[in-house]
Each structure stands twice: as C-alpha cells, then as structure tokens.
C-alpha cells in the first residue's frame, strides 16, 4: 500500500490522538465506560494512521493529501 497522507494531514492527526487520549483519561463518566474506551478506539485509530501514513478509508474514497511521487 502506497503513503496516502500529506504531512498537514498527519500531523493533525497525531494533534486529534493526543487530544482524544487526554480526553480518555480525563473523562468523569467513569471507568472503563463505553465514552472512554470509544475516546481510546478512536486516538489509537487516529495515531496508527498518522505514524504509518496510510488511511484505510482515504484509499477506499480515493482521497490522496500527499504529494504525487
């Protein structure tokens, strides 16, 4: 699979994990409830696809935010 994301892209990626970690870990809702672990599914998504630089979802739409090879 080919790099699908730009750097912007990425990089507000890993912005968008670590906010939904701190929200994760900082929800009052209580433990281990479906809000936090959602927060934590949805930050680790976040943060996978921006480390490796390939969306699952961008090849499926044929979206491409990187710069042509």
Do not use: H
């Not at 870990?25 to 998504?45: K, M, N, P, Q, R």
Request: proline fraction near 1%; charged fraction near 10%.
């Amino acid at each position: 699979m080919a790099v699908n994301m730009g750097k912007l892209d990425r990089g507000l990626r890993l912005v968008v994990a670590a906010a939904l970690f701190i929200l994760a870990a900082g929800t009052s809702v209580g433990d281990g409830t479906f809000v936090e672990w959602a927060f934590y599914g949805l930050g680790a998504i976040a943060l996978l696809t921006a480390l490796v630089g390939i969306c699952p979802l961008y090849s499926v739409l044929g979206i491409r935010t990187c710069r042509a090879a």
